[in-house]
């Protein structure tokens, strides 16, 4: 059973508390979704908590440099007293995630929890395209930069707090908003495929959601295969001490057999967005 939560423009604070939806109804909590029978979570986060879009959206610029008129390049704003504010969201950001992710655990504690990083939404090498996408060479180096950071804070507070880390980042390299419509997976001004601005598009979905798939299967795999190794018993007199291992993942009351299971697999990635899918195991007989 498959069970998709996730709703753009949503943060970490929305994992608990109502989110205002389409027409003002309201989404139930996220974490609602989880139960004791949740075998596999993913989750893309934080970056609307950090305001990356609307930082991105704030670099929009008419003129290709500064000096010929118009508004002033937008990174020096980020700095208050020589203190990067973009950074210390980030940094701020990272606690909230690793309680969200240890409250998953405690939610569903037979449960995988997979962090899925964003993929390239900007030139991986800083380069910038004015006036395709209108941010200037002078701002893209930190935008970039930024983007990379948040990605990295993501990586890290997953590898702390016993959760897999996805990178969609690395394989979408070259698809960022600069690119022409055929080979672009992240929407920059020109919305094709359609979706928001600033947001991954259908080409990224087809092209993402293989990679989450495949971390899954070998996540599982390895999971099933370190529960099936027999337990490392050592003796002492007059004790015998064993060593336990990680339970393998329950799916409706059931243990997942050695030789079997498939999972479905769906993904929905958007800047800034939370995904979070909770996803019960098909188990397929040897």
Not at 56 to 73: H, I, K, N, S, Y
Not at 87 to 97: H, V, Y
Not at 230 to 250: E, K
Request: net charge neutral; hydrophobic share 40%; with cysteine.
């Amino acid at each position: 059973m498959f069970r998709d939560v996730s709703c753009s423009s949503a943060t970490i604070d929305d994992f608990t508390k109502p989110q205002n939806g389409a027409l003002g109804q309201p989404n139930k909590p996220q974490f609602d979704a989880l139960d004791k029978d949740v075998d596999v979570i993913t989750v893309g986060i934080a970056g609307n908590d950090i305001g990356y879009t609307g930082l991105a959206l704030d670099c929009v610029r008419t003129t290709p440099t500064a000096d010929l008129g118009g508004e002033p390049d937008c990174t020096p704003q980020n700095f208050d007293r020589g203190v990067d504010k973009v950074s210390r969201k980030i940094q701020a950001t990272a606690p909230e995630l690793a309680a969200a992710i240890q409250r998953m655990h405690q939610l569903s504690q037979n449960a995988a929890v997979f962090i899925v990083s964003y993929p390239d939404a900007l030139p991986d090498d800083a380069k910038a395209c004015w006036p395709y996408l209108p941010i200037r060479q002078s701002d893209m180096p930190y935008l970039v930069a930024k983007f990379k950071e948040m990605n990295a804070m993501l990586k890290t507070t997953a590898e702390r707090n016993d959760a897999t880390y996805i990178d969609i980042y690395a394989g979408s390299i070259g698809h960022d908003a600069c690119k022409p419509p055929a080979l672009a997976w992240v929407n920059g001004v020109v919305l094709a495929p359609p979706s928001y601005p600033a947001h991954p598009n259908d080409l990224s979905y087809l092209n993402s959601a293989p990679v989450v798939a495949q971390q899954i299967n070998v996540t599982l795999a390895s999971r099933s295969k370190a529960a099936a190794a027999p337990a490392t018993t050592t003796t002492t007199s007059p004790t015998t001490t064993t060593s336990p291992s990680r339970p393998p993942p329950v799916v409706r009351g059931k243990v997942l057999p050695r030789t079997g299971g498939s999972a479905s697999v769906a993904l929905a990635v958007t800047l800034g967005a939370t995904l979070l899918i909770a996803l019960r195991r098909r188990i397929r007989s040897a």
